[in-house]
């Protein structure tokens, strides 16, 4: 069975993560308030478009959120990706969310609120994110090589496996490498001793092929 992923808000995040989730065979469905960013949106292939107020119940369940494995909130505005978040997870008991904040002030906030991942616009990753949306279940590809090698944006949330681990301790295919850790405001090179934190960015380099399984190691999606 396909993994149903739901994106509420935003329109170049949406777009690039719509477009991009959808080939690699994920069922996609976005939530849009303004009416022309959804006539666009319904231009990508397979992609389910709802107009509405993604941060309203009867929205979400017009949009088969019961429905959803992932539901990522992707607004201008914390106070709503935050209440989609607890929506989603509380009322429609999505397994995974993940916000988008722009006040890092917020970020532990919204973990103790129970949010899986969270993503600060003003990190060190931001500028990828800004620049091309959020990832295959929560990671920013860039190909390197014509595609055979890729750097992602792997965040790591609390109830991932990776979790209290070290690097040395990680089931990793060979061929990946664990380039940076972002922590906060800060970047570090990790070593074999390095233990990986809830609400870390790892940034991973890997072959193609070894991508999904690296990820799924880390994060458990």
């Not at 935003?10 to 959804?38: E, H, M, P, W």
């Not at 992707?74 to 990706?81: F, G, S």
């Not at 989603?88 to 995974?96: I, S, Y």
Request: aromatic share 6%; hydrophobic share 45%; glycine share 6%.
């Amino acid at each position: 069975m396909k993994t149903r992923v739901l994106l509420i808000g935003g329109f170049n995040r949406t777009k690039f993560l719509a477009t991009s989730l959808i080939k690699k065979g994920y069922q996609v469905t976005a939530i849009n308030n303004d009416i022309d960013d959804c006539k666009s949106l319904a231009e990508i292939d397979k992609l389910t478009v709802f107009n509405g107020d993604g941060s309203k119940p009867f929205i979400l369940e017009d949009a088969n959120a019961y429905d959803a494995d992932v539901a990522l909130a992707l607004t201008e505005h914390d106070e709503d990706n935050l209440v989609i978040c607890e929506l989603c997870k509380k009322k429609f008991n999505v397994k995974k969310t993940v916000a988008i904040v722009s006040d890092p002030q917020k970020t532990e906030f919204f973990y103790r609120m129970g949010i899986d991942s969270v993503v600060c616009a003003i990190s060190a990753i931001a500028g990828i994110i800004e620049q091309q949306a959020f990832l295959d279940e929560m990671t920013t590809l860039v190909p390197v090589g014509d595609g055979r090698i890729r750097i992602a944006q792997v965040p790591i949330p609390q109830s991932a496996p990776a979790v209290g681990k070290k690097v040395w301790e990680l089931s990793l295919p060979k061929e990946v490498i664990i380039g940076c850790i972002l922590r906060g405001e800060k970047s570090m090179i990790p070593r074999g001793d390095t233990r990986i934190l809830s609400g870390d960015v790892l940034l991973l380099i890997s072959a193609d092929e070894d991508e999904t399984a690296a990820i799924r190691e880390l994060t458990g999606w």
